[in-house]
């Protein structure tokens, strides 16, 4: 199944997000992401003149070099397309989040190191992603595994993808088959949030 039909309609802009992660040889993980904006028209830019129908408006990229606990080792960005000539100028300020990690308040590290005028909004916007992606590649079911065994010697400690969505909720049948131990009944589940 899909989305229902539309009405009859033209397509004006598309947005090509690529997200990927790499596990690298030293214990590292690069997670590479690619913005690519681009219009089904030929039209004049103000500034860059004519651009041909499928032409980038934006292409962009940025690489984040994390550590296991999800640490900003490093950060490369380049603007190989962009509207103006300011937005090519932005790399630097990137760095700013050398340091910052992806599971403690990222959204408000991103923010505060590349929110505003010295950034660029559309690689700001990259980092969103790049954060699920990052979760993706350095989370795998080595950490439902690791939980099933720290239950079963006493030690039980919730992952922290439990109760996140709905696909990991604790009523629900993936943590009832694959962690027992934090499973808990809908009627246990309800009772627990309407007591929050």
Same mark, same amino acid.
């Given at each position: 199944?899909?989305?229902? *039909?539309? $009405?009859?309609? @033209?397509?004006? &802009?598309?947005?090509?997000?690529?997200? /990927?992660?790499?596990?690298?040889?030293?214990?590292?993980?690069? +997670? /590479?992401?690619?913005?690519?904006?681009?219009?089904?028209?030929?039209?004049?830019? %103000?500034?860059?003149? *004519? +651009?041909?129908?499928?032409?980038? +408006?934006?292409?962009?990229? %940025?690489? %984040?070099?994390?550590?296991?606990?999800?640490?900003?080792?490093?950060?490369?960005? #380049?603007? &190989?397309?962009?509207? #103006?000539?300011? =937005?090519?100028?932005?790399?630097?300020?990137?760095?700013?989040?050398?340091?910052?990690?992806?599971?403690?308040? !990222?959204?408000?590290?991103?923010? /505060?190191?590349?929110?505003?005028?010295?950034?660029?909004?559309?690689? @700001? /916007?990259?980092?969103?992603?790049?954060?699920?992606?990052?979760?993706? $590649?350095?989370?795998?079911?080595?950490? +439902?595994?690791?939980? @099933?065994?720290?239950?079963?010697?006493?030690?039980?400690?919730? *992952? &922290?993808?439990?109760?996140? =969505?709905?696909? !990991?909720?604790?009523?629900?049948?993936?943590?009832?088959? %694959?962690?027992?131990?934090? #499973?808990?009944?809908?009627?246990? $589940?309800?009772?627990?949030?309407?007591?929050?």
């Amino acid at each position: 199944m899909s989305l229902s *039909p539309s $009405t009859a309609r @033209r397509k004006l &802009h598309t947005r090509t997000i690529v997200c /990927e992660g790499f596990e690298r040889d030293d214990g590292l993980f690069d +997670i /590479e992401a690619r913005i690519v904006d681009a219009k089904s028209f030929d039209f004049d830019h %103000l500034l860059r003149g *004519p +651009i041909p129908a499928g032409s980038p +408006i934006h292409d962009m990229q %940025l690489r %984040l070099t994390i550590d296991r606990d999800k640490t900003v080792r490093d950060i490369a960005v #380049y603007t &190989h397309t962009a509207p #103006y000539a300011a =937005c090519t100028t932005v790399s630097d300020v990137f760095r700013k989040l050398i340091g910052a990690n992806l599971a403690r308040s !990222w959204r408000r590290a991103v923010n /505060e190191a590349v929110g505003g005028v010295d950034s660029c909004t559309h690689l @700001r /916007e990259l980092l969103m992603p790049v954060a699920t992606v990052a979760f993706q $590649t350095t989370t795998d079911q080595t950490a +439902i595994l690791e939980a @099933r065994q720290a239950s079963e010697a006493g030690v039980p400690v919730k *992952p &922290h993808f439990v109760d996140k =969505c709905k696909g !990991w909720a604790a009523d629900g049948e993936a943590v009832r088959q %694959l962690l027992p131990a934090f #499973y808990r009944r809908p009627s246990e $589940t309800d009772a627990g949030k309407k007591n929050s």
